[in-house]
């Protein structure tokens, strides 16, 4: 069992940068693949990021690539979430989710149900 806490969420303006945390339990972090999502207000959740076990691999949705950057430090048990130049469309609810393997991330880590575990997920408001 994996538990999941993420942190760093809060309010900010347009052009903005955020780095969100998900601490996890245990000791098996390094094999898990991570990933992040998200949910806006009356929208479904959608895939964000996801990396790999060792960090060697990650994969991002197309409308995030150029913006945000997931990375891990499995001495910390934690995977982060950097976001530059928040626009308010990045406002979501952001959830961290785990999968244990050791493989590659690839475009199967873009869906939900590949995830074992979920946290609870951090706001982040980004105002105009």
Do not use: H
Request: a positive charge.
């Amino acid at each position: 069992q994996v538990q999941l806490v993420e942190s760093g969420g809060g309010l900010v303006q347009a052009g903005g940068s955020l780095r969100l945390s998900c601490a996890a339990s245990g000791r098996t972090f390094s094999t898990y693949a991570m990933g992040w999502f998200r949910q806006a207000p009356g929208k479904e959740r959608e895939f964000v990021a996801a990396i790999s076990w060792s960090g060697g691999s990650t994969y991002y949705a197309d409308s995030v690539k150029a913006q945000f950057t997931i990375s891990r430090d499995n001495a910390k048990n934690t995977v982060y979430l950097q976001m530059n130049s928040l626009k308010p469309e990045d406002t979501a609810v952001y959830y961290c989710a785990a999968k244990r393997t050791v493989v590659k991330v690839t475009e199967v880590a873009g869906a939900g149900s590949w995830y074992d575990y979920w946290g609870q997920g951090t706001q982040v408001t980004v105002s105009s």
